[in-house]
T-cell receptor, first 113, second 118 residues
Framework: AQSVTQLGSHVSVSEGALVLLRCNYS??????LFWYVQYPNQGLQLLLK??????LVKGINGFEAEFKKSETSFHLTKPSAHMSDAAEYFC???????????FGTGTSLTVIP | ETGVTQTPRHLVMGMTNKKSLKCEQH?????MYWYKQSAKKPLELMFV???????ENNSVPSRFSPECPNSSHLFLHLHTLQPEDSALYLC?????????????????FGPGTRLTVL
């Protein structure tokens, strides 16, 4: 069975500080992994995805994530937070049973001026 | 219009009303999806249409009825809803649809319809 765990439903960082949003997955086979962002009153937008190529994935808006198989993690980072990064972030996993996406419960990021 | 559009953006309805949500994708994709997003819960996949054929129905109550007349349009017909059905309903589309034995790839989401059932 697949599942996604996002540690911390709320994360606050100061503007200019490192952003670290955690995602751990469980999957019996190599997965595809995704990070989506949702701004207020909008749908989900893809930030980046891992599909079994390079383990360090760079996405939009300066975000990146590293696939660590040994830790079953896919944490999202950004070196310097901007006010515009305040949003809800979702981690998702799919695998080659082709069943569906499994989304985490989301992490709300607040950026403090 | 570009991407995935949804109308209406907000909907308030009584428990005895009948209404429909509309989704349109302008990306040339082959698969479309309905999700329900409730506070404090993971996104719930409701329905999947692959090349206009319904391939997934995740035990959704019959008061929700999907319709996919072509690969660009997806509807969700609502009738006799309950207050617990109040949520954000998101539509998404993807390029290759659901292929057996392959992981699902990137989905493109619309802005959602905020539904309130009184």
């Amino acid at each position: 069975a697949q599942s996604v765990t996002q540690l911390g439903s709320h994360v606050s960082v100061s503007e200019g500080a490192l952003v670290l949003l955690r995602c751990n997955y469980s999957s019996s086979v190599p997965p595809y992994l995704f990070w989506y962002v949702q701004y207020p009153n909008q749908g989900l937008q893809l930030l980046l995805k891992y599909t079994s190529a390079a383990t360090l994935v760079k996405g939009i808006n300066g975000f990146e994530a590293e696939f660590k198989k040994s830790e079953t993690s896919f944490h999202l980072t950004k070196p310097s937070a901007h006010m515009s990064d305040a949003a809800e972030y979702f981690c998702a996993v799919s695998q080659n049973t082709g069943n569906q996406f499994y989304f985490g419960t989301g992490t709300s990021l607040t950026v403090i001026p | 219009e570009t991407g995935v559009t949804q109308t209406p953006r907000h909907l308030v309805m009584g428990m005895t009303n009948k209404k429909s949500l509309k989704c349109e994708q302008h990306l040339g994709h082959n698969a479309m999806y309905w999700y329900k997003q409730s506070a404090k819960k993971p996104l719930e996949l409701m329905f999947v249409y692959n090349f206009k054929e319904q391939t997934e129905n995740n035990s959704v109550p019959s008061r929700f009825s999907p319709e996919c007349p072509n690969s660009s349009h997806l509807f969700l017909h609502l009738h006799t809803l309950q207050p617990e059905d109040s949520a954000l309903y998101l539509c998404a589309s993807s390029q290759d649809g659901v292929q057996r034995g392959a992981p699902w790839d990137e989905q493109f989401f619309g802005p959602g319809t905020r539904l309130t059932v009184l």
